[in-house]
């Protein structure tokens, strides 16, 4: 039986180096005048190894090699906030064999945060499927004296500008999170970005920093464990993955909500065949027991949309993250 390998690559000549491939391709016969796919296909990744999005695309790029008869290569391209590697994809070949793992921070938090973007999630990618949605956790250091969001206002008003949040990056749910809380709680609190939640989390757990707002996913083993304190969560409703940690919400501070999402898009202009037949091969990945039973330990529900729905989904979560950028009053220039 044929293997179907999913490796790590990490670095821009790789990616530049696919997309010359992929171009001469294009050039020497059309994207549907054979089967798809033929040769190896990228997934860009624009977070670190060990984050939850990397995490996650790994999963799913396991599950469909095998269905699409070729490799599936897993890049990860950090960097301000996911838009490095999300550029890069936005200016790749049309051709389906160049994907994003994308998220709620690169397709629809960073057209509000930032002023200079150098691509368009509206225009410049095609929805293939919605993985999974999960919420944030809030957390921190267990040395820090709070074990309430109550009791964590109170000491950020006593203690101004002396309490640091760590973040994912600039223009991430973490970052935002944060921000909102600041915003709506009216403390002063110093965000810290880092390149992606492995970093933050390691400076929290060392002390370097003394709170985050990080994915359920990333949070759950480090609560677990003891290493890190749960506060809060960030839906409306409880999580069942912490049923005995309230909400922000239920803790005061009404009408706060943060989630996190994911999902695959390809360029605009990639054959609709192909994104159809990509779509297949993911919502049949992220339905399967195993996978869909690995996300929900780590606090994900799997998704599994169609294309259209889950551009219909951007489009709503573009315009809630607009305004909840504008509460927050937050700007990455």
Excluded at 238 to 245: C, F, S, W
Excluded at 254 to 263: H, P, R, S, V
Excluded at 284 to 291: G, L, T
């Amino acid at each position: 039986m044929t293997r179907t390998p999913v490796r790590r690559v990490s670095g821009m000549p790789s990616v530049l180096g696919i997309a010359l491939a992929a171009a001469c391709y294009a050039v020497a016969s059309p994207a549907l005048s054979q089967p798809y796919p033929t040769h190896p296909i990228h997934i860009v990744v624009p977070f670190p190894p060990g984050a939850g999005t990397d995490v996650v695309a790994r999963a799913v790029a396991g599950k469909i090699a095998p269905m699409l008869g070729q490799s599936v290569i897993v890049e990860n391209r950090p960097g301000a906030g996911g838009t490095v590697g999300s550029e890069i994809v936005a200016g790749a070949p049309k051709d389906g064999y160049t994907i994003l793992m994308g998220n709620t921070s690169t397709l629809a938090i960073a057209p509000a945060l930032y002023r200079n973007l150098r691509y368009n999630p509206l225009r410049d990618f095609a929805p293939v499927a919605l993985v999974t949605t999960t919420e944030n956790v809030m957390v921190v250091h267990p040395s820090l004296p709070v074990r309430s969001v109550k009791d964590l206002v109170a000491l950020a008003k006593a203690k101004p500008g002396e309490i640091f949040y760590g973040s994912s990056g600039s223009g991430t749910t973490s970052h935002l999170g944060g921000a909102l809380f600041k915003s709506m709680a009216k403390i002063d609190i110093v965000h810290v970005p880092y390149r992606g939640s492995p970093l933050a989390l390691t400076d929290l757990l060392a002390g370097q920093t003394q709170m985050s707002v990080t994915s359920l996913s990333s949070g759950t083993p480090l609560i677990a464990a003891g290493k890190l304190r749960a506060i809060a969560t960030t839906g409306l409703k409880r999580n069942a993955l912490l049923p005995d940690v309230p909400t922000v919400d239920e803790s005061g501070l009404k009408g706060y909500e943060t989630n996190l999402w994911q999902g695959f898009v390809v360029p605009t202009g990639t054959p609709q065949a192909i994104v159809e037949r990509l779509n297949a091969v993911m919502v049949n990945a992220v339905r399967s027991p195993d996978i869909s039973s690995a996300f929900a330990k780590r606090g994900m529900l799997s998704g599994g949309s169609n294309a259209s729905e889950f551009a219909a989904y951007i489009k709503r979560e573009h315009a809630k993250w607009a305004d909840i950028v504008a509460r927050a009053g937050a700007r990455v220039d």
